[in-house]
C-alpha cells in the first residue's frame, strides 16, 4: 500500500509512523529522549541525540515498509516548537545543548524587557507574551553568552530545521514553528526587523520561512539510505500538527493534547484575532496552494506528562506511566491532597515564570494513591485555567477533541469534561500529532481535500459534563493553592 511516514521529534522522545490512505496507524518506532537538568529551572537536550533517533526510527520503519512492498509516497515533521538549537552549519558543530521550550533561564531578561515597556509590540507583532518559554530570549542569551562567538557560519533555529539540516541539507523552517520565536511577523509570516532588533538576533543565522506544505528537501541517501530520494512536503510544530490531525480545520473548532505538557488550541480562522488575556495568537498552518493561512489561539501549560514521568522516575511511585490511572482509582479522592505541577514555572492563563511545583495538604493517613489522583486531578485543573480563560475572551469550547497519552485515562477525561463543562470526545487515534504531519504532507497526494481529511477523524468514546456541585468547590480549593505558590 501506499504510506504516509511522520516524524515526531517530541519533548520526551522521538518516534516515527507510518499511515495508510485510511488514516490508519500501520507502524511505529519510538526512542525516548535523554532529559538534562543541569540547575534548577534548566533543560536542555542534545541536538545530536534527536538527530540520531530521528534517523534510527525513520530507517527502521521504511525498511520495514519495504520488505512488506509498501510504498512511501513522503514525510511529514512535527516537532517540540520552542526549543533552540544553536550549531555551525559549516562543520555541524552544536555550539551548545538545545535549550528546551520549558528552560527558565531567561525568565529575569523577560522581567527585565516588561518593565522597559516591550510587551505591547511584542504582543502586537508576535501575537505571543513576554516569556521565557519562547525562542528568542534563549537565542539571545546564547549570543549574549557566547556560545557563536567561534563559528564561521553560525546558526539558531527551532528542531525542525534542525532535523530539516541533518536530514536533507536544506536550511528552512515554516509559519507554525516560527511563530514561536518571538521574532516572526504574524501579517508578513517573515522575520520581523523590529524584532530582531529588540532581541539582538541577526536575519541571517536564522532560516527561511516557507508554507507549512511545500517541498523541504529530500532525504539524502548518506542519512537514511531506505529513504533516499523521498521528499518532506509537510512541517508543524507539535500543536498545530494535533490541531490538523483532529480534523479542526472549521474556527471554532478545539483540541487538548495532554503531552510532556497540556496544550488547548482553537482555530481562530484565516485572519489574525484580537489580543487574548492570558492565551496567546500563533500561526496553525500556511497550506499555500491549499488554502489560506489559518491562525489559532493557544493555552499552555508546561507540565502534565512531565509530571507523571516525576512520579515514575523520581518518586517510583509506579513503574509505568500507564499505571497512574489504577492507582489514583484506588482511593475514592485526594483526601485533601493539592498538586501544583510548576516545575518550570506556570503558563496560561497565568505567565508566571518564577512560581515552582508544590504537593500540599500532607498528613499521615495520605497514600500514594491519594497523591496520584491529586495529579490526575490537577492536570484537569490547569486545563480548565484555560478554558475559563477562552470563556472569559468569549471564545466558548463547544467540545474539546482530546489526544494524548494521558488522554488514555477514563478518570482524566470525565474530570476534564467536568470541571470544562463541555463534552470531551476522545480521538480514537490518541497519536493526533503524528498523524497531523501525516496528513498535512500527504495533502494533495494521498488525500485531495481537508474535507476527505475531516471525514477520517473518528471518536473513541465522549465524556459528557457531570454535576459541578463537587467540581467546583475542587477547583476552587486547588486555585487558592495556586495562588498561595
Given amino acids: 500500500m501506499d504510506l504516509i511516514l511522520a516524524l515526531d ?6 518516534r516515527t509512523a507510518a499511515f495508510s490512505k485510511g488514516g490508519e496507524l500501520v507502524d511505529s518506532s519510538y526512542r525516548e529522549l535523554t532529559q538534562y537538568f543541569p540547575g534548577p529551572g534548566l533543560v536542555e537536550h542534545d541536538p545530536d541525540e534527536i538527530a540520531n533517533l530521528a534517523i534510527a526510527t525513520l530507517g527502521e520503519v521504511a525498511s520495514r515498509a519495504k520488505t512488506a512492498g509498501h510504498k512511501i509516497l513522503s514525510i511529514g515533521i512535527t516537532n517540540q516548537r520552542e526549543t533552540t538549537v544553536a550549531f555551525d552549519r559549516v562543520n555541524d558543530e552544536i555550539l551548545h545543548r538545545a535549550i528546551v521550550w520549558q528552560d527558565k533561564r531567561t525568565a529575569s531578561l523577560c522581567t527585565e524587557m516588561t518593565e522597559a515597556g516591550h510587551s505591547d509590540i511584542v504582543r502586537k507583532t508576535t501575537g505571543l507574551v513576554l516569556d521565557s518559554y519562547f525562542s528568542a530570549t534563549k537565542m539571545k542569551w546564547l549570543i549574549d553568552n557566547g556560545s557563536l562567538s567561534n563559528a564561521s557560519s553560525p546558526a539558531l533555529c527551532t528542531i525542525d530545521t534542525w532535523l530539516l539540516w541533518k536530514l536533507c541539507g536544506t536550511y528552512v523552517t515554516e509559519p507554525s514553528n516560527a511563530s514561536r520565536t518571538l521574532l516572526m511577523d504574524l501579517e508578513t509570516l ?28 529530500e532525504i539524502l541517501s548518506s542519512v537514511v539510505p531506505e529513504l533516499a530520494g ?3 512536503t509537510g512541517v508543524l510544530g507539535d500543536q498545530q500538527a494535533a490541531l490538523f490531525g483532529q480534523a479542526c480545520f472549521a474556527p471554532g473548532m478545539v483540541k487538548a493534547t495532554y503531552g510532556t505538557g497540556a496544550f488547548i488550541l482553537a482555530n481562530a480562522g484565516t485572519k489574525i484575532p484580537g489580543v487574548f488575556d492570558g492565551l496567546i495568537t500563533t500561526v496553525a498552518w500556511n497550506l499555500a496552494e491549499f488554502g489560506a493561512t489559518a491562525y489559532a489561539v493557544e493555552g499552555s501549560a508546561f507540565v502534565a506528562g512531565a509530571a507523571v514521568q516525576w512520579l515514575r522516575d523520581e518518586m517510583n511511585f509506579i513503574s509505568a506511566a500507564s499505571e497512574l490511572e489504577a492507582l489514583a482509582l484506588s482511593v475514592p479522592d485526594s483526601a485533601g491532597v493539592q498538586f501544583i505541577p510548576a516545575f518550570n514555572g506556570l503558563g496560561s492563563p497565568y505567565w508566571r515564570g518564577d512560581v515552582r511545583g508544590s504537593i500540599s495538604g500532607l498528613s499521615q493517613a495520605v497514600t500514594k494513591g491519594n497523591i496520584a489522583r491529586a495529579l490526575v486531578e490537577a492536570l484537569a ?10 470563556s472569559a475572551n468569549g471564545l466558548g469550547v463547544k467540545e474539546l477533541r482530546c489526544d494524548g497519552g494521558a488522554a488514555t485515562m477514563d478518570l482524566l477525561m470525565q474530570l476534564q469534561a467536568t470541571q470544562s463543562k463541555s463534552p470531551v470526545l476522545r480521538s480514537k487515534s490518541l497519536e493526533a500529532t503524528a498523524r497531523g504531519a501525516a496528513t498535512i504532507a500527504g495533502l494533495g497526494t494521498m488525500w485531495k481535500s481537508l474535507d476527505e481529511l475531516s471525514n477520517l477523524w473518528e471518536p473513541d468514546k465522549r465524556f459528557e459534563p457531570e454535576d459541578p456541585v463537587f467540581s467546583d468547590p475542587a477547583y476552587a480549593a486547588w486555585s487558592r493553592v495556586l495562588e498561595r505558590s
Fill in 190 to 217: 517573515d522575520w520581523s526587523d523590529e524584532m530582531l532588533h529588540l532581541f539582538s538576533v541577526p536575519r541571517d543565522v536564522l532560516p527561511t520561512i516557507q508554507p507549512s506544505r511545500s517541498n523541504f528537501g
Fill in 381 to 390: 485543573f490547569q486545563v480548565r485555567a484555560m478554558t475559563d480563560s477562552f
Fill in 9 to 14: 521529534a517530541g519533548t520526551s522522545g522521538v
Fill in 230 to 232: 523521498v521528499r518532506v
